[in-house]
């Protein structure tokens, strides 16, 4: 009797005729989408919805930035170990039956997270989110490239854009709105219901898929990469940190370097020589997917690793609060998303590599309107910027993923995704590291050069200080020592804001030039017209 693998099993008891959920019904792959870009919106949002938190959470545990971007950076880390990892799980044991698990690991680890009562046990609960979160948005991305057809599949994944872009513009505003109002804590509360309806509608929409060739896990690749990322990021955080005075020169932190660079060099060596990698990074080797992947990594550098700095000026510098600072974001998501599937058309149609142009020159030309920012800044100069960001955004994923991805085998599909995730997150943490680091850095120079500019014998600082001084007993009714010690601490204080801005400006303009380099691998992308070419040749 002929034995009858275990995909064919699953495949026979889904054969519901009636059912709009049959993989055969017409209205099938839209309902996939559908349940896959809820996934992809939880996912996205918690990575948008921390960011203007994070001031009340550094004073709610008393932490600084070198501690509390591990809120972040831990979350990004758990994916970008978990996102290789993925395709192998979801080919063994089945792409609904890891979505699924992957929504859970997200859903669990949000209900932790709000449960956290101090630093290490939010950063520990955040990389459980992280794992999760790292499971969804690669076999979504599968999941959806699986079921639409190639002529189909930008458009299709412009509509799965939408999801990102919802997630950018509401997340921000929603996380204001309940650490003003609220706590914190409900930040990571409002997924938990969000998490319930996506596992349920999995369970109802999807069906299975199990690949009926399964390779073997590759525990070296595995363990060189999660030894190679964390300790990487670790040493890049504390080369700065207040608590290690000898610098980039401890030597605890050269062993760290020492330590990632030998993981590096196992990693890469491993993948391009077993026959079963955990990322197949001989996929590079296709010219446009290996371009599309350097862009991702300079662009996640660049955008992620920027996106924890203006909420941090507007609450810190503007005295914004959360809501305020959050709402700025909300027309980023909608530009994003109206523009997505209209790119993705255009891209499947015409040609993709004009939209990638005009989006990366407009996220540049945003991040260096974002290094001129003061105390002073009009709301309008911050929207502007932000008007630019959404639309370069809503410009660039859609085509870009559609050229990448159109020489790729189906059967490489999960691989081809979990390596752009892994590459965008190494990206996104790299560059919160990088950023972290840089604006600490620049904060203390900006802070040495304003104080040395202060000479207290100078007429202008005599002449300062005795206004203030006088300003303050006439108003405050303190007397004149009180009065000149609150009028040095006052200016000392703006010396500080100052700093800060100028911090903050350093960082945006080095955001602007690594995302500039991504014209580079852009121009030596093929275009569609000319793959298609080379495949009737």
């Known amino acids: 009797m002929r034995k009858i693998s275990k995909a064919h099993k699953i495949r026979r008891k889904l054969r519901t005729p009636n059912s709009i959920y049959h993989p055969k019904s017409q209205y099938y792959k839209w309902f996939v989408l559908g349940n896959v870009m809820l996934g992809t919106f939880m996912a996205v949002l918690d990575g948008t919805i921390v960011n203007v938190s994070l001031p009340k959470i550094m004073s709610s545990f008393g932490v600084g930035l070198s501690t509390i971007q591990w809120v972040i950076t831990a979350y990004m880390l758990a994916m970008a170990a978990m996102l290789p990892t993925s395709g192998w799980l979801a080919d063994k044991f089945g792409y609904k039956k890891i979505y699924f698990w992957g929504l859970f690991l997200f859903t669990f680890g949000s209900l932790l997270c709000g449960m956290s009562s101090n630093e290490t046990t939010l950063i520990s609960s955040r990389i459980i989110q992280g794992l999760g979160a790292g499971m969804v948005q690669p076999l979504g991305m599968a999941i959806i490239t699986r079921e639409f057809p190639p002529h189909q599949r930008g458009m299709a994944l412009g509509f799965w854009a939408i999801a990102s872009a919802a997630s950018v513009s509401f997340g921000p505003m929603i996380g204001g709105y309940l650490v003003d109002n609220f706590s914190w804590p409900l930040i990571f509360d409002v997924n938990v219901p969000v998490g319930i309806i996506a596992l349920v509608l999995t369970i109802i929409i999807q069906r299975e898929f199990v690949h009926p060739n399964v390779k073997k896990f590759d525990y070296v690749g595995f363990i060189s990469v999660i030894i190679f990322l964390p300790v990487l990021l670790y040493a890049l955080s504390e080369g700065n940190a207040a608590t290690n005075s000898a610098g980039w020169t401890a030597p605890y ?60 000026y507007l609450q810190n510098s503007l005295d914004y609060t959360a809501l305020q600072s959050g709402s700025v974001f909300l027309p980023v998501g909608i530009i994003q998303g109206l523009i997505s599937p209209l790119v993705g058309l255009y891209s499947d149609k015409i040609e993709a590599k004009s939209p990638l142009y005009l989006g990366i020159s407009l996220l540049v030309l945003s991040f260096v309107l974002n290094s001129n920012l003061s105390f002073m800044t009009e709301h309008s100069f911050v929207m502007t910027s932000l008007y630019l960001r959404g639309f370069g955004m809503g410009m660039i994923f859609t085509p870009l993923s559609s050229l990448s991805l159109a020489s790729i085998p189906r059967d490489k599909m999960a691989q081809a995704s979990g390596i752009t995730n892994t590459i965008r997150q190494i990206g996104g943490s790299l560059g919160v590291a990088l950023l972290s680091t840089v604006l600490t850095a620049r904060i203390n120079f900006h802070s040495q050069i304003f104080g040395g500019s202060i ?49 903050i400006n350093d960082d945006f303009l080095i955001a602007a030039g690594l995302t500039a380099i991504s014209f580079i691998p852009i121009f030596l992308m093929h275009s569609k017209n000319k793959m298609l070419k080379r495949s009737s040749i």
């Open 253 to 312: 932190i050269l062993l760290c370097f020492a330590i990632s660079a030998i993981g590096l060099v196992v990693f890469v060596t491993q993948e391009l020589t077993t026959e079963d990698p955990l990322l197949d990074l001989r996929l590079l080797k296709n010219h446009n997917f290996g371009m599309a992947n350097v862009i991702m990594l300079v662009f996640g550098m660049g955008m992620f690793g920027s996106t924890f700095l203006l909420p941090l």
């Open 455 to 503: 000479q207290a014998n100078s007429q202008v600082f005599q002449n300062t200080i005795h206004n203030l001084t006088s300003y303050i007993q006439h108003n405050a009714g303190s007397s004149y020592a009180t009065a000149l010690k609150q009028s040095q601490g006052v200016l000392m204080q703006h010396v500080g804001i100052q700093s800060f801005i100028q911090g």
